[in-house]
C-alpha cells in the first residue's frame, strides 16, 4: 500500500510540476555548483544535469528510490537453490530505480546456504521452503541465521553479518555486460557472491520520441557497477541480504579488471554521483542547494552508503588508458631488438618513450623501500624513501636504447622478485610433465625424487610442460577469463634477443585482429589493428587527414560531457588514489601476465605506487609465462588472498598461512617440454636470489606483443576508446600524449606515413 501510495504521489507531482512550468523527468535545467576534482579532472562551475522526477524534492526522491529497491518490497525476487554449491542465488532484480537499458542495470547475488534458514513466502518472517524441501524456484525473501558460521577452506571464519561480498566487474573491452544469475563459486568460503550489468560502448537507446542514441560513455559501466554496490549494501543494511557493507572486495579480468581497479581507486568519489543520481541509484541523492547526500533512512535513522571496496583483486587491469600508449611505447622500445611493423610506428615510438620519461619525472614519484619490499639504492637496508625517475644515456645504456633511473631499477626488481617467487613455489606445481636434459619425459620415480633445486634448473631451463589443472582460478573462480592465455609464451627460445613469436591460446574475446584490407576502430570492424599489420593507418588517407581527426575529437572530450568532466579523466585512476574525496581501499592486488600484450607492466606499476603512498597495502604479481587473465597459479586463489587479508585487518579473524605443498608423485602426460630455456640470461641462487638485467627484462616482456603496436591508440582506433564515444560517433581519439608527438614531430612523421617498408 506504501509503494501504491508512493507511485501515485509521483505521478501527481509530476502533473502539478509539468503545469507550473518547472522542471521534470528527462528535462534538462543548468546548475550552479563547485565540483572537487583531483589534479587531471577539470573544475566547472556551470553544468547540465539531467533531472530525475520530482526534482524540486530531493526527499521525496530519495523516499521512492529507497522504496523502490528495497528488496523486501519486491514481488518478483525469485531465489534458486543449488544443492551441489549449498547456495541460494537471487534471479536478477534492478539495481537502479530508474533504469536506462534494463537488461544491463540489474544485479543478482549469491548466498552461502548455511547463512540461510529458508525462503519466507507470505511475509510472515519465517521459512516455508527451506534447502531440504526445495524442488523449484520460489518467490520469497531470505530468512537469514545470523548465529551460522562458516569456516572457509583456508580457516577463516565468517557469519552472515562479516562475511566479505565478492563484486564481480564485467565490461570486458569497456563493454556492455547484460544481467546474469551470480556464480556459486565462493559459496563454500563463505562469501557473498555479486553478479551486475553494466552499459558500456556501443550501447544505443531510444528517448521518448523513439530516436536511438549512443549511451556508452565513459563512465557509464563503472557508474552501473557503483549503484549495484549500492542496492547489495543498502539491503544488507535493511536485513534483505547478508553480508558486511564493511568488506567489499571487486574483481574482474581484463576490461573488468580495469573496472575492478577503478572500482576500489575511486571509492565513493563525488566525481560519479551525477551518474549514478541520473539512473536512481541508492544512497546518492543531489539536495536542491547542488551538494549530496549518500545516506538511507531505516526505521527512521540515517545510515550512510560509500560505492567503495576494502579490498580489489585484478586480472590484467586494463588501466590506466590515459598513459598507456606512451607506456607501451616505452616498453617496446627499450628492447632494442624489437622489430616494429612499420618505419613511422618505429619513429612514433621513440617520440613517446621520450614523452613517458618527461612525463614520469613531472609527477615527482618516490616510494618507501619498506613499502614496496626492494632495497632500490643498494646501502643494505631499506629505511629510505626513493625518488622515482627516469634518466637517458644513448652511450652508457645503449643495451636499452638510452633509458635507466630508479624508476626502471624498482620495474626490474618488481620482475626479478616476480620470477623469485615462481621459483620458489615450484613445490606447488601440480600435473606438470617434467623432461630430462634430453628431452626424454621424466618417469614418475625421478618426478617423485626431484629436489626444490632439481625443479628451479629445470623451470630455467624450459624442461617442462604446465598442466591447465594446476590453475587455481581467476576472476569469478573461473579456470581463466574472456581471453585466458594458457600455457606459456610461444617459442621464446635462448635469450632475451631471441624471443619469437607471440603467446599461444586465443585472443582476448572484445579484440578483432584484422588483414591490411580491413578498416578498424568502428563499430561494425575490429577495434585494434593486428599485430602484423603494415598498414599505420586504414581510416585516414593523410597525415594531415589523421591529425585533424585527433584535434577535433581531444577538443570535444576537452569540452566535457553533460556534467562538464573530462570523460577520459574521469578514467584515470591516478587522479583519484589518495585523493580529496576518495575513500581508498585497505588492501588490492593486481594480478598480470608477465608476457601479455595488452597493457604495460608500467600500468601496474604506477597503481602501486599510488596506492602505497595514500597507504593502501598494495601488490602486483607479473606472473611469470603467465598470457592476458592469467590464473591462479601454484597454490595461489582469490578466495586464499582474501582470507589473509580479512586475518590482517579484521580484528578478531584468523591468521590464515597458505597450506604445505604437496610432492608431486607422478608425472603428466605431455611427450614434449613447452616452457622456454631462460638460463643462458636469468640466474638463481639461495644466496643472491634471482637475477638478470633490465635489457632482459624488457626483451622478454615484449616477446609477448599480441596488439597493435606500439600502442592502444595508435593509429587507428584503439581497444578501449568506444568508451569514449559521443551520441553521433561510437569512437574517439582522445590521447594528448599522442597528439602532442604528432604536431611536434609533423616534419619526421609525416613522410613516413603509410609508406611501409
Known amino acids: ?37 583531483s589534479e587531471s579532472v577539470e573544475t566547472t562551475t556551470t553544468e547540465e544535469t ?21 528488496l523486501a518490497n519486491n514481488a518478483d525476487q525469485e531465489w534458486t537453490y543449488s544443492a551441489d ?60 541465521d545470523y548465529e551460522a558460521e562458516i569456516t572457509s577452506p583456508n580457516g577463516q571464519v565468517y557469519t552472515a553479518a562479516t562475511a566479505p561480498v565478492i563484486i564481480t566487474t564485467g565490461a570486458a573491452g569497456y563493454g556492455s555486460q547484460s544481467n546474469s544469475a551470480a556464480s ?27 530516436n536511438t542514441y549512443y549511451t556508452g560513455d565513459a563512465p557509464t559501466c563503472l557508474a552501473d557497477q557503483k549503484a549495484a554496490a549500492r542496492f547489495v549494501k543498502y539491503n544488507i543494511l535493511l536485513g534483505n541480504l547478508p553480508g558486511s557493507v564493511d568488506y567489499f572486495v571487486s574483481t574482474g579480468g581484463s576490461g573488468g579488471a580495469a573496472h575492478a581497479t577503478m572500482f576500489a581507486a575511486t571509492s565513493n568519489n563525488s566525481d560519479f554521483y551525477d551518474y549514478q543520481i541520473a539512473a536512481g541509484a541508492v544512497g546518492v541523492y543531489q539536495n536542491d542547494d547542488g551538494t549530496y547526500s549518500t545516506t538511507v533512512t531505516i526505521d527512521g535513522q ?55 620519461m618527461e612525463y614520469i619525472n613531472e609527477q615527482n614519484l618516490s616510494v618507501l623501500e619498506s613499502a614496496v619490499g626492494f632495497d632500490l639504492n643498494g646501502d643494505g637496508d631499506m629505511d629510505d624513501t626513493i625518488a622515482l625517475t627516469i634518466e637517458y644515456d644513448a652511450d652508457a645504456h645503449a643495451d636499452t636504447n638510452g633509458y635507466y633511473g630508479t624508476y626502471l631499477d624498482l620495474y626490474l626488481a618488481e620482475f626479478q622478485q616476480n620470477l623469485e617467487w615462481y621459483l620458489d613455489n615450484l613445490d606447488y606445481a601440480e600435473g606438470w610433465t617434467w623432461f630430462n636434459t634430453d628431452g626424454t619425459a621424466m618417469s614418475d620415480e625421478e618426478v617423485a625424487a626431484m629436489t626444490h633445486d632439481d625443479m628451479v634448473a629445470a623451470f630455467l631451463e624450459g624442461r617442462y610442460a604446465k598442466s591447465s589443472s594446476s590453475s587455481m582460478g581467476g576472476p569469478g573462480g573461473t579456470m581463466g577469463a574472456p581471453g585466458d592465455m594458457t600455457g606459456a609464451p610461444g617459442d621464446m627460445t635462448g635469450a632475451p634477443g631471441d624471443m619469437t613469436g607471440a603467446p599461444t591460446g586465443t585472443a582476448p574475446t572484445d579484440t578483432t585482429t584484422t588483414d591490411t584490407t580491413t578498416e578498424v576502430g568502428t563499430p561494425d570492424q575490429g577495434t585494434t589493428q593486428s599485430a602484423t599489420s603494415s598498414v599505420d593507418s586504414s581510416n585516414y588517407s593523410s597525415y594531415e587527414e589523421m591529425v585533424a581527426a585527433y584535434q577535433a575529437d581531444i577538443d570535444e572530450i576537452t569540452a566535457g560531457d553533460a556534467y562538464g568532466n573530462n570523460i577520459v579523466s574521469l578514467y584515470n585512476p591516478l587522479n583519484y588514489i589518495g585523493a580529496d574525496g576518495t575513500e581508498n581501499p585497505t588492501w588490492t592486488k593486481i594480478v598480470m601476465g608477465a608476457s601479455e600484450g595488452d597493457m604495460s607492466m608500467f600500468a601496474s606499476l604506477n597503481l602501486e605506487i599510488a596506492w602505497l603512498n595514500a597507504g593502501t597495502d598494495a601488490v602486483i604479481e607479473w606472473q611469470w609465462d603467465g598470457g592476458h587473465v592469467p590464473s591462479e597459479i601454484l597454490g595461489n586463489s582469490l578466495a586464499l588472498y582474501v582470507d589473509q587479508m580479512y586475518g590482517e585487518y579484521v580484528e578478531g579473524a584468523v591468521t590464515v598461512e597458505k597450506a604445505a605443498a604437496t610432492q608431486q608423485t607422478t608425472n ?90
Not at 505521478?11 to 522542471?23: D, E, F, I, K
Not at 549469491?110 to 547463512?115: E, R
Not at 565462493?186 to 553494466?198: L, M
Open 302 to 356: 540515517d545510515y550512510e552508503i560509500s560505492d567503495g571496496a576494502w579490498g580489489c583483486v585484478a586480472y590484467s587491469a586494463i588501466t590506466s588508458l590515459y598513459e598507456a600508449d606512451m607506456a607501451m611505447a616505452f616498453e617496446y622500445y627499450m628492447d632494442t631488438a624489437y622489430t616494429f611493423n612499420t618505419p613511422f610506428q618505429e619513429q612514433l615510438a621513440e617520440y613517446l618513450s621520450q614523452e613517458y
Open 1 to 37: 500500500m506504501k509503494k501504491a501510495l508512493s507511485l501515485l504521489l509521483v505521478l501527481a507531482m509530476t502533473v502539478s510540476l509539468a503545469a507550473c512550468g518547472s522542471a521534470t523527468a528527462g528535462t534538462t535545467t543548468e546548475t550552479t555548483k563547485t565540483t572537487e576534482t
Open 184 to 210: 556459486t563459486t565462493y559459496a563454500v568460503d563463505g562469501y557473498i557472491s555479486v553478479s551486475c550489468g553494466n552499459r558500456g560502448k556501443q550501447d544505443t537507446a531510444t528517448d521518448s520520441s523513439g
Open 85 to 144: 554449491a549449498d547456495a541460494w542465488v537471487l534471479s536478477v532484480v534492478s539495481a537502479v530505480a530508474y533504469p536506462e537499458i534494463a537488461d544491463e542495470q540489474g544485479v543478482s547475488v549469491c548466498v552461502p546456504g548455511a547463512y540461510v534458514t529458508g525462503i519466507d513466502t507470505n511475509a510472515d518472517g519465517s521459512a516455508d521452503i527451506t534447502a531440504a524441501t526445495y524442488t523449484a524456484a520460489v518467490k520469497g525473501s531470505l530468512v537469514i
Open 50 to 70: 539531467t533531472e530525475t522526477v520530482a526534482t524540486d524534492s530531493t526527499t521525496y526522491d530519495k523516499d521512492y528510490i529507497e522504496e523502490t529497491l528495497n
Open 668 to 757: 603428466g602426460t605431455e611427450t614434449e617440454a613447452s616452457g622456454n630455456d631462460i638460463s643462458s640470461w636469468a640466474t638463481y641462487s639461495d644466496e643472491t636470489g634471482v637475477s638478470f638485467s633490465l635489457a632482459d627484462a624488457v626483451a622478454y616482456r615484449v616477446a609477448g606483443a599480441s596488439k597493435s603496436t606500439p600502442g592502444f591508440d595508435v593509429i587507428d582506433y584503439g581497444q578501449e576508446d568506444y568508451v569514449f564515444g559521443s551520441k553521433t560517433a561510437d569512437a574517439r581519439h582522445w590521447d594528448i600524449f599522442v597528439l602532442n608527438v604528432l604536431e611536434e614531430y609533423a616534419d619526421v612523421l609525416e613522410p613516413l606515413f603509410n609508406q611501409g617498408y
